[in-house]
């Protein structure tokens, strides 16, 4: 089955940008979508189709996918952000799919 | 805006079936199209992908868990369910029911979930 790679956290100071990638054999040839999680809540749709953004999903919030590697990118990054970041796509193989990366623990220092 | 709430027993016993339904307000389950999801999240640990199902009644499993696994739909209820039987410790998890917006891309299929429930917590214990 496919598998998506998520580093376990990243860490990032208040106004900076922080970039969670996640990693997938040939990913850009997928769609991949982004869910945060906080702690105690559902996860919630934050980007969708490598950089589409759901109504309501502030400006900061983008994606990018190309090769094996796609990246949530969070601008100017504030306390309220701190979250857990997943990944996930369609894994139209063999296996019709849901899949999920392990998650990305983003710390806002 | 429509809206998800998983309900079920919070406690089931080993080898024994859990299961859950999901009830969809704010909107008709069978309006629009949307597959209907199910996911798990054990505590501490990431989401996992258990199925889905669309009001035609066609479902895609995890294969890890087609075996056990079960989801049904009831569009007179406006609710889709979960069966996942002979279930064990490693079953003990949050449970989430979502909808999911599917499509075509210029060479690829996208599938996403934009509404969930709250969750609802399985523990499995004797």
């Known amino acids: 089955s496919y598998v998506l790679t998520q580093p376990p956290s990243v860490s990032v100071a208040p106004g900076q940008t922080a970039r969670i990638t996640c990693g997938g054999n040939?990913?850009?040839?997928?769609?991949v979508h982004w869910y945060q999680q906080k702690p105690g809540q559902a996860p919630v749709l934050v980007v969708y189709?490598?950089?589409d953004r759901p109504s309501g999903i502030p400006e900061r919030f983008s994606g990018s996918n190309s090769g094996n590697t796609a990246t949530l990118t969070i601008s100017r990054v504030e306390a309220g952000d701190e979250a857990d970041y997943y990944c996930q796509v369609w894994d139209s193989s063999s296996d019709h799919q849901g899949v999920f990366g392990g998650g990305t623990k983003l710390t806002v220092l | 805006q429509v809206q998800l709430q998983e309900s079920g027993p919070g406690l089931v016993k080993p080898s024994q079936t859990l299961s859950l339904t999901c009830t969809v307000s704010?909107?008709?389950?069978?309006?629009?199209?949307?597959?209907w999801s199910w996911i798990r999240q054990p505590a501490g640990k990431g989401l996992e992908w258990i199925g889905r199902i669309y009001t035609s009644g066609s479902t895609n499993y995890n294969p890890s868990l087609k075996s056990r696994v079960t989801i049904s739909v009831d569009t007179s209820k406006n609710q889709f369910s979960l069966k996942l039987s002979s279930v064990t410790a490693a079953d003990t998890a949050v449970y989430y029911c979502?909808?999911?917006?599917?499509?075509?891309?210029?060479?690829?299929?996208?599938?996403?979930?934009?509404?969930w429930g709250k969750g609802t917590t399985v523990t499995v214990s004797s």
């Open positions: 704010g909107g008709s389950i069978s309006s629009g199209s949307y597959y």
């Open positions: 979502a909808r999911g917006s599917s499509g075509w891309g210029a060479y690829y299929y996208y599938y996403y979930m934009d509404v």
């Open positions: 040939n990913i850009g040839s997928k769609s």
């Open positions: 189709d490598d950089s």
